[in-house]
């Protein structure tokens, strides 16, 4: 496993890009780790390679958008697609979050 720091853009730049949705974001860091397929289709590798890619950003100190891009490795057509889950989070009260 791997994992980077947070990478925060400076106060001159206009943030991470993220290609698919075309937003900005202000921080981002970069995890790899490895795992066993768990797939009998006998084409590939035994172990599969994974890079996932988190932006965060902060909206109104009120809303945390985390966007994640995961690309994969050993499995059959990984060079086709990439996983992307975006979160929300946002302020209910003056402590709480939902």
Known sequence: ?????????SNDSPGFDHSWSGE???QQRVNR???????????GPP???VK????CRIEDDDKCV????T???GI???DCFAVEVRWIARREGNHDIR
């Open 1 to 9: 496993i791997e994992i980077l720091d947070w990478e925060a853009c």
């Open 52 to 55: 996932q890619t988190h932006r």
């Open 24 to 26: 900005k974001y202000e």
């Open 76 to 78: 059959p057509y990984a």
């Open 71 to 73: 690309e994969i490795e």
């Open 33 to 43: 780790f490895k795992f066993n397929r768990t797939t009998h289709l006998y084409v």
């Open 66 to 69: 985390l966007v994640m891009t």
């Open 47 to 49: 172990i599969a390679v």
